[in-house]
């Protein structure tokens, strides 16, 4: 898993509240368990008419906002179905940060299994990073993990706190696999052993 340290890019302003994994990626696409390819299809029916032409007003659709790496989204993001495949969709399509009042628990620690941050602050700070997030491409924001900040365009610093486990996986890049791998000497050696000793097994 790619390690996320500190993260300068484009913020994009999603301010709606309850947008659930069906909107973020459509049942009709999880037709693989491939964690790439999903990206395009990101909020797909409020990123596409019928006909598969893009709706020009929403978020990710205009110009400013097509490398989007931190999304500002509303409260209660990510509930709904327990997939996994909505921040595989997340992450392919670019974003590596979301932040957001709150997350559905699943969601939650399915991004940070698959090498996104989800940050959760009160109302008013992310109010102050969603302005911020509205001016467009040239206003980039900063997250940076060891330190537990984001720094806005202006220069303004709003503290986060993230569990220290978790923190940890992220900056070494270490998923469930990745974390098992850590161990596989122990694993080996008690492996070793038990066949010795039970060589019938």
């Known amino acids: 898993m790619e390690k996320f340290e500190k993260l300068t890019g484009i913020a994009a302003p ?3 509240v ?5 909107m973020i990626i459509p049942k009709v696409f999880l037709k693989s368990i491939k964690r790439t390819g999903f990206g395009v299809n990101l909020f797909d029916e409020m990123r596409y008419n019928r006909d598969g032409t893009e709706i020009e007003d929403f978020v990710l659709n205009k110009p400013q906002y097509r490398n989007t790496e931190i ?3 509303g409260d209660n993001f990510g509930c709904g179905s327990s997939r996994e495949h909505a921040p595989w969709a997340i992450k392919d399509f670019g974003i590596k940060c979301v932040v957001s009042t709150s997350f559905a628990d699943i969601f939650f ?4 299994k698959n090498g996104i941050l989800p940050i959760v602050l009160p109302q008013e700070q992310i109010d102050l990073l969603m302005a911020d997030a509205e001016k467009g491409e040239n206003a980039r924001m900063t997250v940076d993990l060891e330190a537990q900040e984001i720094t806005t365009s202006d220069g303004e610093v709003v503290k986060f706190d993230v569990d220290a486990f978790k923190k940890h996986c992220l900056l070494n890049g270490l ?5 098992s791998l850590e161990k ?3 694993i080996d050696s ?3 052993k038990a066949a010795q000793a039970r060589p019938w097994v």
């Open 71 to 73: 999304l500002i989204a």
């Open 14 to 16: 999603m301010p709606l």
């Open 18 to 22: 309850n947008i659930d994994t069906d």
């Open 175 to 179: 998923d469930d696999i990745g974390l």
């Open 184 to 186: 596989v000497a122990s």
């Open 109 to 112: 620690n399915n991004c940070f």
């Open 190 to 192: 008690f492996e070793e």
